[in-house]
């Protein structure tokens, strides 16, 4: 804590134009741990030009039958009911610097979970966890007159495999219609998406899909063209080229 506030009280004074902002960088927007592992560090990059005060917050992703999903805020639960925890949850990181967060998934491995994380610039506040007196909090804000509506929050999912992780993933394609069914208990990624011509040519913009377990996803296309991706099934990866 000691050592947060002499950051704080360092960076915060450092001349800094009215315009200035944080800009943060969180990785991976998806990020997957894998069934025999309970924790994944993610690094946080500011490559702006003055320092970022972010809260980190953590939802679960329930989904219904229908595959909608509802969200439920864990912050303010007890820390023993928390499925996933962010720590720390409050990150003070440098112009052009990094800090990292450490998550600890403490619940159940029956069944895969989803959990949305959010990385949230904030200005300063006394008492609310970074260790900044009032008037290195006001310091701040009044450095970020002109440059307080460009704070922006940033997010990314994670999603927690269960223990004993099995795959079992249909493809076929008849008359243009690609169908792709997840029966395993994980979810698996569409990478490299796309609809060509023929193989790796008159290609259409790549795209990323997720197919949760037990869902099942038709694409449309041509009869003439190819579906081309990448089939991933946790670490294994496997090129598809499906035509007919």
Known sequence: ????????????????????????NVGALYDYLDGDKSTLLKRVRNSGDTTAFVKV???ELVYDAAGVAR?????????EQRGLVASPARLIVP???????RLLYRGSREQERYFRLRFVP??????????????????????????????????????VRPKETRYKTHVLRQGGTLSV???GNSTVVLDHFRQCRAQGQGCESATKHHLLPGRHR?????????????LHEGA?????????
């Open 218 to 230: 038709q694409f449309e296309g041509h009869p003439t063209k190819v579906h081309q991706f990448e």
């Open 57 to 59: 917050s953590v939802a």
């Open 122 to 159: 904030v200005l300063p506040e006394l008492d609310d966890g970074f260790a900044v007196d009032e008037q290195e909090a006001e310091k701040y804000r009044d450095s970020l007159k002109a440059g307080v509506n460009l704070l922006a929050g940033y997010g990314s999912l994670l999603f």
């Open 181 to 183: 069914a997840n029966e």
């Open 95 to 101: 112009a052009q610097g990094m800090q990292a967060v």
């Open 1 to 24: 804590m000691i050592i947060f506030r002499l950051l704080a009280s360092t960076l915060l004074a450092l001349p800094l134009v009215a315009s200035a902002a944080p800009e943060l």
């Open 71 to 79: 969200e439920i805020d864990t912050d303010g639960l007890p820390l």
């Open 236 to 244: 294994k990866r496997q090129a598809q080229v499906l035509e007919g």
